[in-house]
């Protein structure tokens, strides 16, 4: 009996654990925008750009612009479930790899819910981070780099 319960009580402990580690929690595109917002950059909704797209339910286009000019950007994608999600995290995770550039860095990471992609390369920084059924897309000048990492960093993707 007692080792019943021990069995039990690890499977449980493993569970847990298993389920509270590693995982982060999607935004909704609501979120996103006050996040974005809160972070001094103008935000875009350009679903309607991507209607055509059933498996893209929104997609919100965050930027920060100097006068009339973009100096960066990044889009929130929601998709209409994980595996579309990440889907189009791995295509376009193969585009940002199809310049071959010589020196590039990459980096990436893998949760219970999430991944993240970058790049640097060829004067570009590149990211791809999904969490859930979101993915959060940027290909940008490299000169704007920190400040895309300090914006990734406070919306936790």
Do not use: P
């Amino acid at each position: 009996m007692k080792k019943v319960i021990s069995i039990a009580a690890v499977c449980l402990l493993m569970a847990f654990l298993l389920t509270s580690c590693g995982g982060k929690t999607a935004l909704t595109s609501d979120g996103f925008i006050i996040k974005a917002t809160a972070n001094d950059l103008k935000v875009q909704d350009n679903t309607s750009q991507y209607s055509e797209y059933e498996h893209i339910k929104t997609v919100v286009t965050a930027y920060v612009a100097k006068d009339s000019d973009i100096q960066w950007k990044c889009d929130f994608i929601v998709a209409a479930d994980e595996e579309n999600a990440k889907g189009m995290y791995e295509s376009n995770k193969e585009i940002f790899q199809q310049d071959n550039a010589v020196g590039a860095i990459e980096n990436s990471t893998s949760g219970g819910n999430y991944n993240t992609y970058e790049r640097e390369a060829n004067g570009k920084y590149m990211y791809l981070g999904r969490v859930g059924h979101t993915l959060l897309y940027m290909s940008i000048e490299e000169a704007y780099e920190e400040d895309a990492k300090a914006f990734i960093k406070a919306i936790n993707y």
